[in-house]
Nanobody
Framework: QGLFVESGGVSVQAGGSLRLSCVASRAMSSNYCMGWFRHAPGKEREGVATIDSDGFTSYADSVKGRFTISKDDAKNTLYLQMNSLKPEDTAMYYC?????????????????WGQGTQVTVST
């Protein structure tokens, strides 16, 4: 299974900003959906944001207006800009990809996963 390398996770104060990056080891075909998921202790892993091949994005209600997902196909890189961070955003963040022309929120349908990067938001 192909992997991605996430970076950018760090401890930050509430209200601060971070930009996460996910670099693919190789270019992918055009029919892939990319997404960010997060997993906090004691909680189920949840979808944060997705972006399809055409750049159409979707966001979890909890992050709308605060997070922005984007990608640079030429650099094989996925980004997550995180603003106005809250303590409840503390989690391990993973990038993932699935084969298909559209995105879903079901983690079971994603084929490739990175190792994750830890984001900790202090009160």
């Amino acid at each position: 299974q192909g992997l991605f390398v996430e970076s950018g996770g760090v401890s930050v104060q509430a209200g601060g900003s971070l930009r996460l990056s996910c670099v693919a080891s190789r270019a992918m075909s055009s029919n892939y959906c990319m997404g960010w998921f997060r997993h906090a202790p004691g909680k189920e892993r949840e979808g944060v944001a997705t972006i399809d091949s055409d750049g159409f994005t979707s966001y979890a209600d909890s992050v709308k207006g605060r997070f922005t997902i984007s990608k640079d196909d030429a650099k094989n890189t996925l980004y997550l800009q995180m603003n106005s961070l809250k303590p409840e955003d503390t989690a391990m963040y993973y990038c993932a990809a699935r084969r298909g022309w559209s995105c879903t929120w079901s983690e079971a349908e994603y084929d490739y996963w990175g190792q994750g990067t830890q984001v900790t938001v202090s009160t």
